[in-house]
Nanobody, 119 residues
């Protein structure tokens, strides 16, 4: 069983930055594929970034403004988001797959962290 705990959300002005963190427990990060999703009120959940041992993925909506990284020693994945826009406002969720090469299917989810960008 894998537990995921997100942190780093908050209220930020447009143009600001946030770094979201997702700490995994129960499995080592190196054995997992990771993803970040977000869901705004009234909208469908959107995958914004993903990380496997074969590479990274960024949705067009965040490409060029966001960077994924992992710290295996801390068993934590980070999503650095810059030049934030009001449309980035959402609950951000971390997800993990037991298949370290998976791009689209996730077995475990965190509880989410709220990101609010004011204009």
């Amino acid at each position: 069983q894998v537990q995921l705990v997100e942190s780093g959300g908050g209220l930020v002005q447009a143009g600001g930055s946030l770094r979201l963190a997702c700490k995994a427990s129960g499995r080592t990060l190196s054995s997992l594929a990771m993803g970040w999703f977000r869901q705004a009120p009234g909208k469908e959940r959107e995958r914004v970034a993903a990380l496997t041992w074969s590479g990274t993925y960024y949705a067009d909506s965040v490409k060029g403004r966001s960077t994924l990284s992992r710290d295996n020693a801390k068993n934590t994945v980070y999503l650095q988001m810059n030049s934030l826009k009001p449309e980035d406002t959402a609950v951000y969720y971390c997800a993990a797959s037991s298949d370290s090469l998976s791009w689209g299917s996730y077995d475990y989810w965190g509880q989410g962290t709220q990101v609010t960008v004011s204009s």
